[in-house]
């Protein structure tokens, strides 16, 4: 599968964005998802996951009550709705699919997209 991030920009803090992560083949559905995130001088890190329908998502800590990880199985898209955005959510934003289950390292993940980048200005 091959997958292309997009939606990021610049926002105030407090602001919101919506990136989305086109999918390209007909095996989506079967694939969890993922987005992570890596900030200037930091590791890749684990942002949200979800399951294969969609039924069961899982969130880190720091973004858990702020951001929203949906995906539409139909159109081939997964979606990260970022709310209440902090100076410390900016990072280049990476879609990923694993075939594993529940995954949060980034070494289960098979699929990468190119990132797009969120700056959040306070």
């Known amino acids: 599968v091959q997958l292309q991030a997009s939606g990021g920009g610049l926002v105030q803090a407090g602001g919101s964005l919506r990136l989305s992560c086109a999918a390209s083949?007909?095996?989506?559905?079967?694939?969890?998802m993922g987005w992570f995130r890596q900030a200037p001088g930091k590791e890749r890190e684990f942002v949200a996951g979800?399951?294969?329908?969609?039924?069961?998502?899982y969130y880190a800590d720091s973004v858990k009550g702020r951001f929203t990880i949906s995906r539409d199985n139909a159109k081939n898209t997964l979606y990260l709705q970022m709310d209440s955005l902090k100076p410390d959510d900016t990072a280049v934003y990476f879609c990923a699919a694993t075939t594993a289950i529940r995954a949060v390292s980034s070494s289960r993940y098979n699929y990468w997209g190119q990132g797009t980048q969120v700056t959040v200005s306070s």
């Open positions: 083949g007909r095996t989506f559905s079967t694939y969890d």
């Open positions: 979800i399951s294969r329908a969609g039924a069961s998502s």
